[in-house]
């Protein structure tokens, strides 16, 4: 078996695609999400909180990955949902071996509930603005 690590270039082009898929989402998502879907995603937010006041990366990893997904099934797009979900394991795989600094589960939190906001508050141009800049923070 061989294990391949990524470059910066495959790095750069997994965050690319998941701007452009990820920003599609989120701006259909202000359009679309219902109130319901909007709870639901407060509730992943509430979850993760206690993953991080638990220091519990892994829960935490876990939850970040279906806040992300259950945006884009809210905004009615199942095609970029599956795309997403296997760029996910892409996105575990390039974490491998990378050491967070402390308050960084509380700092993608924070955009996690900024995003939100903005979901609920239907401002779709801020809310792809700050899922880009959230998902740029490649260190994460």
Do not use: N
Not at 24 to 35: D, F, N
Not at 96 to 112: D, F, I, K, Y
């Amino acid at each position: 078996m061989i294990v391949r690590g990524f470059s910066d270039e495959h790095r750069r082009e997994i965050v690319d695609v998941r701007v452009a898929l990820e920003s599609l989402s989120v701006r259909r998502a202000c359009e679309r999400m219902t109130i319901e879907e909007i709870d639901q995603l407060r509730l992943l937010l509430i979850q993760q909180k206690r993953a991080v006041d638990a220091h519990d990366e892994d829960r935490f990893i876990e939850l970040d990955e279906r806040f992300h997904l259950h945006i884009a099934a809210g905004a009615d797009l199942p095609t970029v949902e599956r795309f997403l979900a296997q760029l996910r394991g892409f996105v575990r795989v390039m974490r491998l071996g990378r050491t967070r600094p402390a308050g960084v589960l509380q700092e993608v939190w924070s955009e996690h509930e900024r995003i939100a906001d903005l979901i609920e508050g239907r401002k779709p141009a801020q809310a792809a603005r700050a899922l880009r800049e959230h998902i740029e923070h490649v260190d994460y």
